[in-house]
């Protein structure tokens, strides 16, 4: 698991980032458009899919945001953000222009690679559906690559459904998309009822070439993995994503350990075999 | 000086002292260092820009601070400990490191409790973000007990070994000297024995003393050891020294008398997850984070934001924190670990369990500092036999099961809510 | 970072049964009070100015617990005319010290102290103002930490949480080198189960934590309580540690009312814990 974070630099150092675009998602939601104010760190800036960076607000603090943008496109940073906290508050306030500090990118990465020549299900539950985006981006760039492409995304109702202004240019491009929501409106065209309900149905060429990536609160991607080891998804093939308190994103703060791992350091991405005994534990 | 065979303990600066793994069964001979002649060691050190730190009593207790000479030493003391209680008591002999260690530990210099690690500066309408950079206090440590070298060895581990170096460790144990002096005598909490990390200091050392009534044997660990002691009036130790040195250094070995049998200890712990005996535990269980402060390889930090009044310069301060902590582990306002059940096990399954899986090494070095300063004097070595025996049967479980609240609630079913990650 | 507001926030101060000490802290900020009053409008502050602006206000600070039934409507309107309110300090957050009546007789009381009693319109106990109304944030200590009571005004008019640490005194003893008087010197020390904030100033003078900013977050006060009365400790030395400024914060509360009636039974006679 190689740090991908600047090497030989001082970890603690945050780059100046200018907001150069914001996107209002849903309400609570949006994703801000990051630009480094160093070019010399502009060059070097690469991510893998699934990996996070530390976004800073001086004199609020920290937070951990996945990076919800697209790996090819290096020009800028997208991390899709909810307002859930001191910081992500402040995030979401901020203007156009404005300046704050980024360090990373972080962590562990979806397996994109492994997926190759295989059938790939993404399921994702509300904003859960942010740091998957990144694989979308790459599998369609690189289509020919995979077999079946299947998104089951859930929200609670069609108003909170993220990025749907993409559905329509993500299917020409080969992915299914499956939609569900938990209250529907009139309006409303697609499934409703929970992800794992659509998983349960859902048509698998074969069970074993298919890979599983999954996002969102941890009760529903536990009952993912129950219902994709249930259609026959091997253990191996399962992977899903973790949110915990960091603080440092190092390893160093002791924050976002989870058992025997560091979340900011094997995970946030990881391959469900690492949770399965310690993943329903209360409190851990 | 007659060692020159000695310097294949030399390692990495990082790791500065003898990996003296060849010279454990075969140990260098000893030389001799008179009792008055210490004030020496220290003005040698003091010359070579050193500011020693070691032992002394401050506030009823024998604590570590900056010495300046050798009266500062707490000559004539020594302590009793048992859980939840320390006492700072007179010997009736003048040794000067007579004693086991109290509340500190070297970790507040190589860790301190509060550091600045960057800055934010607003320029017009950007911010200027940079590092705290600031040249490391070049620290000799006097009297660094076995246990405590174990525990240096594991934050260098934590600090050093990973794919990102924390700075401000680095820079100060690059600087650090350890004279190590041996344990001669034991405390009713100790049980390095039993987790193999003393009381005989091994390696990891520039000097290693052992005390007797006249004086110190002294061991070079390390090149930067002999050249400390090239000019010090040190003469080869006679044979009744060396008996001398080896009573006190099997007084205190004979003296440990806990135990925590470790086989086996991480599978047990992780399988003791959903255990009853963590709510027991709670019953007495302050989660007043003093035994993680008081423990030399508790590493756990936070880094907050310290503005001036117009916000336009901002510092970030990291600060000791605690797995005991109910918003150490907060996130989007909900903590993970809601209970001090939840947070002792944490605690304990980190220190004996998963630290093994994090690092290759167990976090608890023995030294009995959480037993002794727990106010109520919870002993994490009656806790895990507890647990072993509760391991061992499931009937005995089940009735502590009964009278505890149940560990685990109904599974909910799955929503398609927005919460989750952002 | 945060935009320059359009106007300052307008801040009021009201007092209810209190000695004035919390509200003396901001003024005690002398070299922070001018940058304070460049950020925020004082608009009523009846200690400092007699210029009173009326209401609506943006930020209240309220010192002081609910004595009587006046105080008890005042503070409901209190809390209408503010956006965000702050109570500071163990009578506004606990009951304060004032709240020991809460164990004793109301009545009796009035008939001791009042020449004429009939006059007097109070509540038969000191309850802190969360009890009235809803609180946005709280400020622990008897008085508050200066430097917590900035951190409030800064953080409220940047728009930000406040940073409140809410972990016990024992940490705070630990980052400063102190060494555990319960340990070392066996003197009862409320440390292990009050907040943080004031900075572990009495460790630091030999003296036990009296738990002057209240409990801490999911305080263990019954395991404290327990390991004072075994290793020696009586009931009724005890009493007073718990029976102070946040006699009435519940968790303290459940505590003292155990070592009453602990006391009672070891004296075999009713002691009355006010006396």
């Avoid at chain 1, 458009?33 to 004199?59: C, K, N």
């Avoid at chain 2, 050798?70 to 007579?98: A, C, N």
């Avoid at chain 2, 005598?185 to 009534?213: H, W």
């Avoid at chain 3, 006060?221 to 390991?227: K, Q, R, Y």
Wanted: with cysteine; charged share 20%.
């Amino acid at each position: 698991m190689a740090a991908t974070c600047e090497p030989n630099q001082n970890p603690w150092l945050s780059h100046s980032v200018r907001i150069a675009g914001i996107t209002r998602e849903i309400p609570g939601v949006l994703t801000l458009d990051l630009e480094f104010e160093d070019s010399a760190r502009a060059a070097t800036w690469a991510f893998r899919p699934g990996q996070f960076t530390m976004l800073y607000v001086p004199g609020v603090g920290e937070s951990a945001i996945s990076i919800s943008g697209d790996a090819a496109d290096t020009g800028r940073i997208r991390q899709t953000i909810r307002d859930a906290g001191n910081v992500t508050h402040s995030l979401t306030g901020l203007p156009i222009g404005a300046t704050i500090g980024l360090r990373g990118p972080f962590g562990s990465s979806w397996p994109v690679d492994e997926c190759r020549g295989r059938d790939v299900i993404l399921v994702a539950g509300g904003i859960g559906l942010a740091p998957l985006r990144p694989v979308i981006y790459h599998m369609l760039h690189h289509r020919q690559q995979y077999q079946e492409l299947t998104l089951i995304v859930g929200a609670r109702d069609p108003a909170l459904l993220l990025y749907p202004g993409e559905f329509e240019h993500w299917r020409t491009q080969g992915l299914n998309i499956i939609p569900t929501v938990d209250h529907a409106d009139e309006s409303w065209r697609g499934g409703v009822g929970v992800v794992t309900t659509v998983l349960e149905r859902l048509w698998l060429r074969s069970p074993a070439e298919t890979m599983l990536m999954t996002c969102g609160p941890e009760v529903m991607m536990w009952y993912t993995m129950q219902t994709a080891l249930g259609r026959g998804i091997p253990a191996g093939s399962l992977f899903l994503s973790m949110e915990r308190n960091m603080n440092c994103a190092i390893a160093l703060c002791g924050h976002c350990q989870f058992g025997p791992y560091f979340l900011c350091r094997e995970g946030p991405v990881f391959r469900f075999e690492q949770l399965r005994s310690i993943l329903r534990i209360d409190d851990l | 000086m007659t060692e020159s065979a000695a310097v294949p303990g030399i390692v990495a600066p990082a790791m500065n002292s003898g990996d003296s793994s060849d010279f454990i069964g075969n140990r260098r001979p000893e030389s001799f260092l008179l009792r008055d002649d210490l004030q020496l060691l220290m003005r040698r050190l003091q010359e070579d820009g050193y500011t020693i730190v070691g032992p002394k009593v401050d506030q009823d207790a024998i604590v570590y601070g900056e010495l300046t000479g050798v009266s500062d030493l707490p000559q004539g003391w020594t302590d009793q400990q048992q859980p939840g209680k320390y006492r700072l008591v007179p010997r009736d002999d003048q040794r000067m490191f007579g004693y086991v260690p109290g509340p500190h530990s070297w970790k507040q210099f190589l860790f301190p409790p509060s550091a600045i690690v960057a800055t934010a500066q607003r320029v017009g309408s950007s911010w200027q973000m940079s590092t705290q950079d600031e040249p490391a206090p070049r620290y000799a440590f006097l009297g660094v007990r076995s246990c405590e070298l174990s525990a240096i060895a594991i934050q260098d581990k934590v600090f050093l070994g990973g794919a990102f170096v924390d700075p401000h460790y680095e820079q100060r144990r690059d600087a650090v000297l350890l004279i190590a002096v041996n344990c001669t005598q034991a405390a009713p909490v100790c049980f390095c024995t039993s987790m193999k990390t003393g009381p005989r200091c091994q390696s990891g050392f520039d000097l290693a003393l052992t005390e007797i009534d006249t004086g110190f044997l002294v061991e070079i660990g390390s090149e930067r050891g002999r050249l400390l002691v090239e000019a010090l009036p040190l003469r080869p130790a006679v044979s009744e020294e060396i008996r001398a040195g080896e009573r006190g250094r099997a007084d205190a070995e004979r003296q440990v008398t806990k135990q925590m049998n470790t086989e086996g200890l991480h599978d047990l712990l992780l399988e003791q997850l959903k255990s009853p005996h963590w709510e027991t535990v709670a019953e007495r269980c302050l989660s007043c984070t003093n035994c993680t402060m008081v423990c030399p390889t508790c590493f756990c930090s936070s880094v907050t934001e310290v503005s001036d009044l117009s916000g336009d310069r901002v510092q970030r301060e990291r600060q000791w924190d605690s797995c005991f902590n109910v918003d150490f582990s907060r996130v989007n306002g909900i903590p993970s670990r809601d209970s001090i059940s939840s947070r002792y096990r944490q605690w304990l399954t980190h220190k004996l369990a998963t630290w093994q899986d994090q690092f290759g090494t167990s976090g608890c070095v023995g030294c009995g500092r959480c037993i002794t300063w727990c106010p109520p004097g919870i002993d994490l070595t009656e806790e895990v036999r507890t647990l072993r025996q509760l391991a061992e049967s499931p009937q005995l479980t089940a009735a502590i099961g009964e009278t505890a609240s149940s560990s685990l609630p109904p599974n909910t079913a799955p929503q398609n809510t927005t919460e989750g990650r952002g | 970072m945060t935009h320059a507001p359009t106007r300052k926030p307008r801040l009021a101060v009201f007092k209810f049964a209190s000695c004035d000490g919390c509200q003396l802290s901001l003024l005690d900020c002398e070299d922070e009070l001018l940058t304070v009053a460049g950020l925020v409008e004082i608009a009523m502050f009846p200690e400092a100015s007699s210029r009173m602006q009326p209401g609506p206000w943006d930020i209240a600070l309220v010192e002081g617990s609910i004595t009587t039934p006046h105080d008890a409507e005042r503070i409901r309107q209190v809390r209408r005319d503010c956006t965000t309110v702050v109570t500071i300090g163990a009578c506004a957050t606990a009951g304060g010290i004032q709240s020991l009546r809460n164990w004793g007789q109301h009545e009796e009381f009035l008939r001791c102290v009042y020449a004429r009693p009939e006059y007097i319109s109070s509540l038969s106990t000191s309850t802190a103002i969360a009890e009235h109304i809803p609180v946005d944030y709280e400020l622990r200590g008897c008085p508050v930490n200066r430097q917590q009571l900035l951190e409030v005004i800064l953080a409220l008019v940047a728009g930000r949480k406040p940073r409140l640490p809410a972990h016990s005194v024992c940490l705070d003893c630990k980052r400063k080198g102190t060494v555990c008087i319960e340990v070392s010197r066996g003197v009862p020390c409320l440390g292990p189960i009050t907040q943080a904030g004031c900075g572990a100033i009495c460790p630091s003078f030999d003296r036990g934590c009296y738990g002057c900013f209240g409990p801490a977050l999911q305080a263990n006060c019954g395991s404290l309580t327990n390991h004072f009365l075994d290793t020696g400790s009586a009931p009724k030395t005890l009493l007073p540690l718990l029976r102070n400024y946040n006699a009435a914060a519940p968790a303290f509360r459940e505590q003292s009312d155990r070592l009453e009636q602990l006391a009672q039974a070891v004296s075999g006679k009713v002691d009355s814990a006010v006396e």
